[in-house]
């Protein structure tokens, strides 16, 4: 079965410290995409990142970082030098199956303390 | 800019009302629309899943009776939660999607309080 694992609920850190949020699947599928999006206190869910699981490049976009690790099913979202404004629920993201319904993860709430 | 438009932001009712949220894609035409909800504190959890022109499915637990969806046009889906109580207070978020990938954006969510 398909199934999102965020096993930190909050994290609290201090501005300008570095962050990891963890993501652990489970999936069937052979080929699948990877999500993660971000909710900020008004509610959107901002989308972050769409990884393939043919890629298991890790990739960088300005602060943050992903670290795709097949072997182990993670999916780890970092940010270098935290800001306040990224204070926000983030969540990690499977598809149910090839139809496109996403799996979600239970969140993890970070908050960035000036 | 945006490429989804969902309306109301957030809504006030009384119990027993209905309220009818609308989401649009404005960039892309949507074969497919997922309406998610989100109890405070919670993650999303899929409620539905529309295709153009045809009926909703509805995941197990979801009553499709008080959670009616059209999905009449390909840029335009509503769900209208009918006879709504309290219990059904939550945020609604839609998510339209183009093509046979999994959709990348999501509405702004609608934060529905029924008193």
């Known amino acids: 079965a398909q199934k999102v694992t965020q096993a930190q609920t909050e994290i609290s850190v201090v501005e300008k410290e570095d962050v990891t949020l963890d993501c652990v699947y489970e999936t069937r599928d052979t080929t699948y995409y990877l999500f993660w999006y971000k909710q900020p206190p008004s509610g959107e869910l901002v989308f972050l990142i769409r990884?393939?699981?043919?890629?298991?490049q890790n990739e960088i976009s300005g602060r943050y970082s992903w670290n795709f690790q097949k072997s182990t099913s993670s999916f780890n979202f970092t940010i270098t030098a935290s800001q306040v404004v990224d204070s926000a629920v983030y969540f990690c993201a499977l598809p149910a199956n090839q139809g496109g319904k996403l799996i979600f993860g239970q969140g993890t709430e970070l908050s960035v303390k000036p | 800019g945006a490429v989804v438009s969902q309306h109301p932001s957030w809504v006030i009712c009384k119990s027993g009302t209905s309220v009818k949220i609308e989401c649009r894609s404005l960039d892309f035409q949507a074969t497919t629309m997922f309406w998610y909800r989100q109890f405070p504190k919670q993650s999303l959890m899929l409620m539905a899943t529309s295709n153009e022109g045809s009926k909703a499915t509805y995941e197990q637990g979801v009553e499709k009776d008080k959670f009616l969806i059209n999905h009449a046009s390909l840029t335009l889906s509503t769900l209208t939660v009918t006879s709504a109580h309290p219990e059904d207070s939550s945020f609604y978020i839609c998510?339209?999607?183009?093509?046979?990938?999994?959709?990348?954006?999501f509405g702004n969510g609608t934060r529905l309080t029924v008193t």
């Open positions: 990884r393939n699981s043919f890629d298991e």
């Open positions: 998510s339209p999607q183009p093509d046979g990938n999994s959709p990348l954006h």
